[in-house]
């Protein structure tokens, strides 16, 4: 079942900039560490990025640093992606998760819920 919503996809040109937003589904839940991540088809699914709780840990795949930034904000129990300089290879569905724990990192098996993913497509 889907627990959060992914929200903020589109399709740009390369260089432009989107802003993705998490939040969970029905509001039921508070979310504590929250990862970034992302899959493009006949690829697994990568980490892109992930903050703790405190939004003191912060981290950011090779490939998106300096150009992605995450951050969150907790009285709105939401979670948010800012791209920037988009490349066509930033093209993938991205997902967020969350965990039950205050950190974690850069592993799909850290993360215990998940949304159903917003498309992302930069043409060149």
């Known amino acids: 079942q889907v627990h959060l919503v992914e929200s903020g996809g589109g399709l740009v040109q390369a260089g432009a900039s989107l802003r993705l937003s998490c939040a969970p589904s029905?509001?039921?839940?508070?979310?504590?560490?929250a990862g970034w991540f992302r899959q493009a088809p006949g690829n697994k699914r990568a980490f892109v990025a992930h903050i703790s709780w405190s939004s003191n840990t912060i981290d950011y795949a090779d490939s998106v640093t300096g150009r992605f930034a995450i951050s969150r904000d907790n009285a709105k129990n939401t979670v948010y992606l800012q791209m920037n300089s988009l490349k066509p290879e930033d093209t993938a569905v991205y997902y967020c998760?969350?965990?039950?724990?205050?950190?974690?990192?850069?592993?799909?098996?850290?993360?215990?819920?998940w949304g159903q993913g917003t498309q992302v497509t930069v043409s060149s």
């Open positions: 998760a969350t965990a039950r724990t205050l950190v974690a990192g850069p592993q799909v098996g850290q993360y215990d819920y």
């Open positions: 029905g509001g039921t839940f508070s979310m504590f560490a």
